[in-house]
């Protein structure tokens, strides 16, 4: 069964949605910098394009290494590292730029509005509180 945790950015606020399946099976094989329609997301109208995510061990997903393996570079200054020292490289381990059953959460930015609001659409319904007995 896959799960995903979608980070919707919209301009300075963040959403959080759960996506399981079936829906999550429209995620699969997707790659970092493509767009993705609202409809298989339960978002319809809407369009994002994805941007980043992470795998189940919390290592981050990498635009220029392909395919949807595991990998350990040798980093400076960037993505997953950031040195105390200018010149200072680490070895770091990276996810591939392809979505897979590993990765856990994907990192989405809104390209285009739907004709109802995002908040709606994710709105939760709050427990109403128990009276006292």
């Given amino acids: 069964m896959v799960e995903f945790k979608l980070s919707i950015a919209d ?3 963040a959403y959080a949605k759960t996506l399981t399946d079936p829906q999550a099976a429209g995620l699969l094989g997707r790659k970092l910098g493509e767009e993705v329609g609202g409809e298989p997301l339960g ?3 809407y369009q ?3 941007t980043g995510g992470t795998d189940k061990s919390g290592f981050p997903m990498r635009g220029d290494l ?3 393996r595991q ?3 040798l980093v400076g200054e960037g993505l997953g590292f950031h ?3 200018h010149g200072t490289r680490d070895r770091r381990t990276f996810r591939g730029n392809t979505i897979s059953e590993d990765i856990v959460q994907v990192n989405l930015v809104i390209t285009a509005r739907g004709p109802s609001k995002l908040e ?3 709105a939760e319904k709050a427990d109403k509180p128990k009276a006292a007995a």
């Fill in 43 to 45: 978002l319809p109208g």
């Fill in 71 to 73: 990998v350990r570079l």
């Fill in 11 to 13: 301009g300075g606020k």
């Fill in 120 to 122: 709606e659409l994710l």
């Fill in 48 to 50: 994002f394009k994805i």
């Fill in 83 to 85: 040195p105390e020292r």
């Fill in 66 to 68: 392909p395919g949807a």
